[in-house]
């Protein structure tokens, strides 16, 4: 039988978010039930609420960067019991069948993989819906171990922001003596600061902001770079192995291309969409360079970035806000007013 959960939601592109009562499905033999403690805000969501991408389904209840505690789990459960600490990320099904499935990429699976909201679940065609609210219920499989040194609010953006640069970090074999670029310090960008730190690569900011050297230095960088001067750009020619790019919104790669060192690779993470600005190709062919794309993580590779995490003491930067101040928060988040990111202590949701 289905249960009745708190939660809040979109109903349409231009209105708030708002408190919102919905049915969770009934758990399966593989099924965890998780209780909500806290779930970090994403980008994402806002563009899902906002139907940014053309593809929302109203109600929506965002959310996927969801930590908390099993508070019960279905007789076929062999991974978890009632009482862990667990997360769930943007994943909650995929096919489990296709070369990606088989390979642990769950996240490019060949039949579409099934995403915490705004999807459809694969066996009784039901929405998804995401982690503002009390509960969820999620397959095993799509279920993540937190480990015991990781504070869960701030455990809670690796789930997303976290795997999202981490993928790339490790695809592109981030550490001692390989020299890694960031472009953006934002959720995104300074996540990928820290695990690069921990990955022992030597690691440069890219901001156009000036006065961000000091939290930069902070979270890992080793030098600053202001991408809108001439000079600094031109001093850093030819030096990357890696450059990952934060950047949410459209904006010329071109500049960054020259920086690379031959073999070196640019990596979209944060932009979703059309790239106005045609690439300058002399750059890519006469240095056998490349840009490239990565897309969140599988769930083995995700639970390989929390138990590093763990060892490591890696969490991320956050504001902890109650649930009743989401709309405010979508609002700083366009202004570029989080340092680093958002998260939902879902107490708050008892006051609702």
């Not at 960054?256 to 979209?268: E, F, K």
């Not at 600005?277 to 390989?304: D, H």
């Amino acid at each position: 039988m289905t249960f009745d959960v708190r939660g809040y939601a979109a109903h349409s592109p231009s209105d708030d978010l708002v408190p919102y009562r919905f049915a969770r499905r009934s758990p399966r033999p593989d099924d965890v039930t998780i209780e909500i403690l806290f779930c970090g805000v994403c980008h994402s969501d806002l563009h899902t609420a906002r139907n940014d991408w053309r593809n929302t389904v109203y109600p929506v209840v965002p959310g996927h960067e969801i930590v908390g505690r099993v508070t019960s789990v279905g007789p076929a459960v062999t991974r978890f019991r009632p009482g862990d600490r667990v997360g769930v990320g943007c994943l909650v099904d995929a096919c489990r069948h296709c070369e990606a499935c088989a390979a642990g990429l769950e996240q490019f699976c060949q039949e579409g993989p099934t995403f915490t909201y705004n999807s459809t679940d694969r066996l009784d065609r039901t929405p998804t819906q995401g982690g503002y609210s009390e509960r969820i219920v999620t397959s095993e499989r799509f279920v993540l171990r937190i480990p015991d040194g990781l504070d869960l609010a701030g455990a809670a953006p690796l789930l997303c922001a976290g795997i999202t640069t981490w993928s790339p970090l490790r695809h592109w074999q981030a550490g001692p003596g390989r020299r890694v670029g960031v472009v953006g310090l934002g959720g995104l960008g300074h996540m990928a600061l820290k695990l690069g730190k921990a990955l022992g690569a030597e690691l440069t900011l890219f901001t156009r902001s000036p006065g961000k050297e000091a939290d930069a230095r902070r979270l890992g960088a080793d030098h600053i770079v202001l991408s809108t001067d001439a000079a600094q750009m031109k001093a850093v020619r030819n030096r990357f192995d890696l450059i990952i790019d934060t950047v949410p919104y459209a904006h010329d790669l071109n500049p960054y291309l020259p920086t690379l060192r031959h073999d070196g690779t640019l990596v979209l993470v944060g932009f979703l969409g059309k790239l106005d600005a045609m690439l300058n190709t002399t750059s890519l062919v006469v240095g056998r360079k490349a840009v490239a794309g990565s897309f969140i993580g599988g769930l083995p590779e995700t639970q390989e970035m929390l138990d590093f995490c763990g060892a490591h003491g890696v969490t991320s930067d956050v504001e902890i806000i109650r649930m009743q101040d989401i709309n405010a928060a979508y609002a700083r988040m366009l202004r570029s007013d989080v340092k680093y990111r958002f998260v939902i202590d879902m107490a708050s949701l008892k006051a609702v």
